[in-house]
């Protein structure tokens, strides 16, 4: 549950389109918005080697 305590809330502008997709993909995927968008961000962190290898998927083991 410390995850949730280390979450910081950031405004965000975005292109309505961009926001109209990132919306449709998370309904596919059974996620709210805004954890749709913090898989992405997380997923593209990862795959650059910009995030740790522990920090990558804290609340989604299922496929590591």
Known sequence: MSEKSDKKAYPLRINAAVLAAMQS????????????????????????????????RPDEEEGA
């Open 25 to 56: 993909w998370a309904d596919d995927e059974l996620r709210s918005l805004n954890a749709q968008i913090e898989y992405v961000l997380r997923e593209a962190l990862r795959r650059n080697g910009r995030l740790p290898r522990a920090a990558a």
